[in-house]
């Protein structure tokens, strides 16, 4: 299970020692670094400045993903997202990329200077710090890709329930709810899932009853909001914040919703999504 905060990988440890012992080697041989055709000693400070900048963000990352709780008012979790949203914009759009054609470039320039590499035990270092970046990038976009199909998956199970999606929707989602979060919640989430999916009597309505229902969610009272309630700041059904002005409708257990987020719902399930109550009268 994912921690809320930071959390120290035992990669951490291997790179911070690695990063120490290569800057002492290439400081020490670093005018023979300069015998090479390509300044191989400028690309490993580089690499290594880059990577741990690159660690450091994703430090900073958990950290702000660590407040993002419901614990938490809604100002600072908005806070913490925008600052996720530039942290996660600065790691995928410029340092991962940067990080393959800096890696790349630092093979090609490897292979037609090794033989100026003052120690055979460096060429063996390098080899094996070129190996661990593309382990690394390898696997970031593995991890990345697996986190994408299980919130993937999730809004899935939205969608049988009839709330639309969209893949925005799902990055927006990654950014908003942190891994610790999800994981914490995950079991419930797939039940209430795995329940709705079950019971969806709206699926099996003829079209007369669905007439019927659509009659009786008009019915439920529907309101614009003047302030935010600050017992329920979001839609329990989108997860998305309140706002002065936002059409709410209310169900008899007194929960609150986005009109067309509840309406959709209420066209599959006659429940209510966040108590299980009846929420049309029966007819």
Same mark, same amino acid.
């Given at each position: @299970?994912? @921690?809320?905060? #930071?959390?120290?990988?035992?990669?951490?440890?291997?790179?911070?020692? @690695?990063?120490?012992?290569?800057?002492?080697? #290439?400081?020490?041989?670093?005018?023979?670094?300069?015998?090479?055709?390509?300044?191989?000693?400028?690309?490993? @400070?580089?690499?290594?400045?880059? #990577?741990?900048?690159?660690?450091?963000?994703?430090?900073?990352?958990?950290?702000?993903?660590?407040?993002?709780?419901?614990?938490?008012?809604?100002?600072?979790?908005?806070?913490?997202?925008?600052?996720?949203?530039?942290?996660?914009?600065?790691?995928?759009?410029?340092?991962?990329?940067?990080?393959? &054609?800096? +890696?790349?470039?630092?093979?090609?320039?490897?292979?037609? &200077?090794?033989?100026?590499?003052?120690?055979?035990?460096?060429?063996?270092?390098?080899?094996?710090?070129?190996?661990?970046?593309?382990?690394?990038?390898?696997?970031?976009?593995?991890?990345?890709v697996g986190k994408w199909r299980v919130r993937r998956q999730a809004h899935h199970l939205r969608a049988q329930q009839g709330i639309?999606?969209?893949?925005?929707?799902?990055?927006?989602?990654l950014i908003r709810v942190p891994d610790w979060a999800f994981e914490?919640?995950?079991?419930?989430?797939?039940?209430?899932?795995?329940?709705?999916?079950?019971?969806?009597?709206?699926?099996?309505?003829?079209?007369?009853?669905?007439?019927?229902?659509?009659?009786?969610?008009?019915?439920?009272?529907?309101?614009?909001?003047?302030?935010?309630?600050?017992?329920?700041?979001?839609?329990?059904?989108?997860?998305?914040?309140?706002?002065?002005?936002?059409?709410?409708?209310?169900?008899?257990?007194?929960?609150?919703?986005? #009109?067309?987020?509840?309406?959709?719902?209420?066209?599959?399930?006659?429940?209510?999504? +966040?108590?299980?109550?009846?929420?049309?009268?029966?007819?």
């Amino acid at each position: @299970m994912a @921690m809320r905060g #930071v959390d120290f990988k035992w990669y951490d440890g291997f790179f911070l020692s @690695m990063l120490a012992t290569s800057a002492i080697i #290439v400081a020490i041989n670093w005018k023979r670094y300069r015998l090479c055709t390509y300044p191989l000693h400028i690309w490993i @400070m580089v690499d290594y400045t880059t #990577v741990f900048v690159f660690r450091l963000l994703m430090f900073i990352d958990n950290g702000l993903a660590a407040g993002m709780g419901l614990d938490f008012g809604w100002q600072q979790r908005y806070a913490r997202f925008c600052g996720r949203i530039v942290v996660l914009s600065i790691l995928s759009l410029l340092l991962y990329p940067f990080l393959w &054609a800096w +890696t790349i470039i630092g093979t090609l320039w490897f292979k037609s &200077a090794r033989d100026c590499l003052p120690e055979e035990g460096q060429k063996w270092g390098f080899l094996i710090w070129l190996l661990f970046s593309y382990c690394g990038l390898i696997s970031i976009a593995c991890i990345s890709v697996g986190k994408w199909r299980v919130r993937r998956q999730a809004h899935h199970l939205r969608a049988q329930q009839g709330i639309p999606i969209s893949e925005y929707g799902v990055l927006v989602d990654l950014i908003r709810v942190p891994d610790w979060a999800f994981e914490a919640a995950g079991q419930e989430m797939r039940g209430m899932g795995q329940e709705a999916a079950a019971y969806q009597p709206g699926i099996y309505l003829t079209p007369t009853q669905r007439e019927a229902v659509e009659a009786l969610i008009q019915e439920l009272p529907k309101f614009r909001l003047k302030a935010v309630p600050t017992d329920c700041s979001e839609c329990p059904i989108c997860l998305e914040e309140f706002h002065v002005g936002n059409e709410v409708r209310g169900l008899p257990c007194a929960h609150n919703f986005h #009109v067309e987020c509840i309406d959709e719902w209420l066209r599959l399930n006659v429940k209510c999504p +966040t108590v299980s109550l009846l929420s049309l009268p029966k007819s």
